[in-house]
């Protein structure tokens, strides 16, 4: 057979085959081998419900912790017992001639005849045992210069005289006063405080002799003592030596000092 003069034919009707029709025809770039989501977009999805997530947790936050925090500022700002402020008190003597001011949680008595004794509500007392007592902080005022036994012919002092100013003297009274810490003969401890004297103008130092003429100038006669309470309400006392820390303590630089800078000798 000649190839070259080969030539098939094909009829019209050939080409009208319904299989042929169907055969679907796809373009080269349409082509897809899976039928699964593209990794990028779970990944993508996955990055935002983390980030609304945050944004839920930290807006929720902010709700509930504020109302906590307000709270807790309110708690800290709202004052204490100890910050609540102690009322003062003027004390009129006629007898003694003098005026004073004193917290009102301390007690006055006055027995009309010269003697006026100022005494502070129950403590805790440093003792040079490094140890604290209960006890009580007393002013005594007395017109006749009694001077307490326990002084001796002399008596030292323990630390160097502090001078103080009063608040409003009048004419019958100096601008300033010494207070020298004292120390009595029969006291052995180191660095025992007996008592603070109200000297006036007589100042000493350290370790110095004080001699009893000098007290016996001094009018009125002004002496903060301590005592040790006996029993729970502290209707009974004991003179009591106290550390010379005291000088620091609240209730001896800030009350019992305010009380006699208060003084107004009339």
Not at 2 to 8: A, F, G
Not at 15 to 34: A, V
Request: aromatic share 10%; charged share 15%; net charge positive.
């Amino acid at each position: 057979m000649d190839l070259k003069s080969y030539n098939p034919k094909f009829e019209n009707s050939s080409l009208d085959d319904e299989k042929i029709k169907e055969i679907p025809i796809k373009r080269f770039d349409q082509f897809s081998p899976s039928q699964k989501p593209p990794k990028n977009k779970s990944k993508k999805f996955l990055f935002i419900f983390a980030v609304i997530f945050i944004i839920v947790v930290v807006v929720l936050f902010s709700l509930f912790s504020h109302p906590k925090i307000k709270n807790s500022n309110t708690k800290t700002n709202a004052p204490t017992k100890s910050q609540t402020k102690i009322s003062q008190l003027t004390y009129n003597s006629t007898s003694s001639s003098l005026d004073f001011s004193y917290p009102s949680n301390w007690i006055v008595n006055d027995n009309n005849s010269g003697l006026i004794t100022i005494s502070s509500p129950i403590s805790q007392l440093p003792q040079t045992t490094n140890q604290n007592i209960k006890g009580r902080v007393v002013i005594t005022i007395n017109q006749q210069t009694t001077i307490p036994t326990t002084f001796g012919t002399y008596s030292v002092a323990i630390d160097n005289s502090a001078k103080l100013s009063y608040k409003s003297p009048t004419q019958y009274q100096r601008n300033q006063t010494y207070l020298t810490y004292v120390q009595y003969p029969a006291t052995t401890a180191s660095n025992g405080l007996d008592a603070v004297y109200i000297t006036g103008d007589f100042g000493y130092t350290k370790n110095q002799v004080i001699p009893q003429t000098d007290i016996a100038k001094l009018n009125p006669l002004i002496i903060i003592s301590f005592v040790s309470c006996k029993d729970s309400s502290c209707s009974s006392t004991a003179p009591l030596t106290v550390s010379n820390s005291f000088e620091t303590n609240q209730l001896f630089s800030n009350q019992t000092v305010g009380i006699i800078s208060s003084l107004q000798l009339n």
